[in-house]
């Protein structure tokens, strides 16, 4: 059972390159979490989405796409990097609200420098 | 809005010493809480959560939070600290148990031989 799984681990790119950050889940979860975290700041939320088909705007959505074409990936992508977008980025999972055991379940990050 | 406040980017402990880690937290409505623990180079691990039952949760690895509606409190404790929980830990707080988590800064644990 691997859980959450984030490819790539490590990413360099140019500013103006673009990019599609794969999660992948088996936990069979309905929500989906794309997260950046930096420095003094701690997790702030990119997108999410609450099923198969669907996303949603977090905090900091500008400059990413997301799609959740299937219920067990989760992709994040960056149509035109910009050097304010190096980040770690850390994928989630949880199973729903209805549930009343809505933890989220994190990959290991994907570290993303823009030069 | 929500938020979370984590007093104290960096806290370092004796190892055996008392571990507090505070965290604050603004909500209109009462609040579910977390605590998670990043080690280096990992993802977040759930250490406790708060969901209007007892007050005081344990969680893994010997620690506990205690949530304290007048203060608007949730910290967390470990009686006596290891080596091993040297990382760096994040509050979060979330209204409607499923969108819309708000992480705190965190606070990083160093432990001192």
């Known amino acids: 059972n691997a859980g959450v799984t984030q490819t790539p681990k490590f990413r360099v790119l140019k500013t103006g390159q673009s990019m599609t950050l794969l999660c992948a889940q088996d936990?069979?979860?309905?929500?989906m979490y794309w997260y950046r975290q930096d420095p003094g700041m701690g997790l702030r939320l990119i997108h999410y989405?609450?099923?198969?088909?669907?996303?949603a705007k977090g905090e900091v959505p500008d400059g990413y796409n997301v799609s959740r074409l299937k219920k067990q990936n989760f992709l994040l992508g960056l149509e035109s990097a910009a050097p304010s977008q190096t980040s770690v980025y850390f994928c989630?999972?949880?199973?729903?609200?209805?549930?009343?055991?809505?933890?989220?379940?994190f990959g290991a990050g994907t570290r993303l420098s823009v030069l | 809005a929500q938020s979370v406040t984590q007093l104290g980017s960096h806290v370092s402990v004796s190892e055996g010493a008392l571990v507090l880690l505070r965290c604050n937290y603004s909500?209109?409505?009462?609040?579910?809480l977390f605590w998670y623990v990043q080690y280096p180079n990992q993802g977040l691990q759930l250490l406790l959560k708060?969901?209007?039952?007892?007050?005081l949760v344990k969680g893994i690895n010997g620690f506990e939070a205690e949530f304290k509606k007048s203060e608007t409190s949730f910290h967390l404790t470990k009686p006596s600290a290891h080596m091993s929980d040297a990382a760096e830990y994040f509050c979060?707080?979330?209204?409607?148990?499923?969108?819309?988590?708000?992480f705190g800064p965190g606070t990083r644990l160093s432990v001192l031989p």
């Open positions: 936990m069979n979860h309905e929500y």
């Open positions: 979060a707080v979330t209204r409607n148990y499923g969108q819309n988590f708000v």
């Open positions: 989405s609450v099923g198969e088909g669907t996303t």
């Open positions: 909500s209109s409505v009462p609040p579910y």
């Open positions: 989630a999972s949880s199973w729903g609200t209805w549930t009343g055991l809505n933890i989220q379940y």
């Open positions: 708060y969901t209007s039952a007892a007050t």
